[in-house]
């Protein structure tokens, strides 16, 4: 079982950033590959990052990358987004996922969710 509780999100202007941590429990963090999601009003949840479990590979969606990193902290049961330059269209709730499957863009992917911290970008 792994509990996950994000922090860090806020209200940014346009071009700002904005760093989102997720804490995680359990001994077995470092074993799980790590997402960020988001979910903005009236629309599906969306992948926006991942890493991997032990070689800590990064993947992205095409809109944030280049502006959006993904880290681990494996000491600290902590996965980190750091988000520049960010737009209006970033407005949305950011989840934290954990998971051991396969696949690794589907919410479907995931087992672990944490509760949401909403990112607002203003114009």
């Known amino acids: 079982q792994v509990q996950l509780v994000e922090s860090g999100g806020g209200l940014v202007q346009a071009g700002g950033s904005l760093k989102l941590s997720c804490a995680a429990s359990?001994?077995?963090?470092?074993?799980?590959?790590m997402a960020w999601f988001r979910q903005a009003p009236g629309k599906e949840r969306e992948f926006v990052a991942a890493i991997a479990s032990y070689t800590s590979a990064t993947f992205y969606a095409d809109s944030v990358k280049g502006r959006f990193t993904i880290s681990r902290d494996n000491s600290k049961n902590t996965i980190y987004l750091q988000m520049n330059g960010l737009k209006p269209e970033d407005t949305a709730v950011y989840y934290c996922?954990?998971?051991?499957?396969?696949?690794?863009?589907?919410?479907?992917?995931?087992?672990?969710w944490g509760q949401g911290t909403q990112v607002t970008v203003s114009s």
């Open positions: 996922a954990a998971g051991r499957r396969i696949g690794i863009r589907s919410p479907s992917d995931y087992d672990y």
């Open positions: 359990g001994r077995t963090f470092s074993s799980y590959f």
